[in-house]
């Protein structure tokens, strides 16, 4: 079945060490998003990607970097600079060519210790 | 800012129906008002999207206002699986632009 795929699903790191968070989708997607999820709160964006090889700052983008190299692939790179790192992680896809909207994968909840 | 405003929070007892509002008194007249809900430490799921006729799925009903400034989703028979935060967003629907998610409506389901 296609989909997006985020692993790991829980991920600790060390204060001052970068980590990068994983983001696969099988669905042709042009389009791919991330965001960030404290707890009670929505989703406040990232980063996105339109297209291979170009992508825009959220509202939030201080302190994480992205590389889409791939249609596939949306890394995400949580760098020693992002102040307070633990969240839930969500990535996401859009075709921008039907009505379905997003399609999100499972989450990575990142705990910095 | 999120374009659209919904309740924080609202309880309904199992096996009626819950009608949790929206209001996007700013929608344009080519964006969609979609919905989607969140089950805790899950990815957001897709529910039902509309322009401004009234839509059903196996999951939901969408009521959209003629002046589209508002809208309800209604699950008719709520069950405890449904206890989750509901996020109403609009946005153009053949677009890659990016979309503010607001805080939502935390819906508790009761026996």
């Known amino acids: 079945d296609g989909g997006i795929t985020q692993s790991p699903k829980y991920l600790f790191r060390k204060e001052g060490q970068n980590v990068t968070l994983s983001c696969e989708q099988n669905?042709?997607?042009?389009?791919m998003y991330w965001y960030r999820q404290d707890p009670g709160q929505g989703l406040r964006l990232i980063y996105y990607?339109?297209?291979?090889?170009?992508?825009q700052k959220g509202d939030i983008a201080e302190g994480y970097s992205v590389s889409r190299e791939k249609k596939e692939s949306f890394p995400l790179t949580v760098t020693s600079a992002q102040k307070n790192p633990t969240a839930f992680y969500l990535c996401?896809?859009?075709?921008?060519?039907?009505?379905?909207?997003?399609?999100f994968g499972s989450g990575t909840r990142l705990t910095v210790v | 800012d999120a374009k659209t405003t919904q309740p924080p929070s609202m309880d309904c007892a199992e096996g009626r129906a819950a009608n949790l509002p929206c209001n996007h008194s700013?929608?344009?007249?080519?964006?969609?008002v979609y919905w989607y809900r969140q089950i805790h430490s899950q990815g957001p799921q897709y529910i039902i999207h509309?322009?401004?006729n009234n839509e059903t799925n196996e999951m939901a009903s969408l009521i959209i206002t003629e002046d589209r400034k508002s809208s309800t989703l209604i699950l008719p028979h709520a069950t405890l699986r449904d206890t989750a935060v509901y996020y109403c967003?609009?946005?153009?629907?053949?677009?890659?632009?990016?979309?503010?998610f607001g805080p939502g409506t935390s819906l508790s389901v009761i026996p």
């Open positions: 996401a896809s859009s075709p921008g060519t039907d009505y379905y909207g997003y399609t």
């Open positions: 669905l042709n997607h042009d389009a």
């Open positions: 990607s339109q297209i291979v090889n170009d992508f």
């Open positions: 700013t929608i344009s007249g080519n964006e969609y």
């Open positions: 509309g322009l401004k």
């Open positions: 967003i609009v946005r153009v629907a053949t677009s890659y632009d990016k979309v503010i």
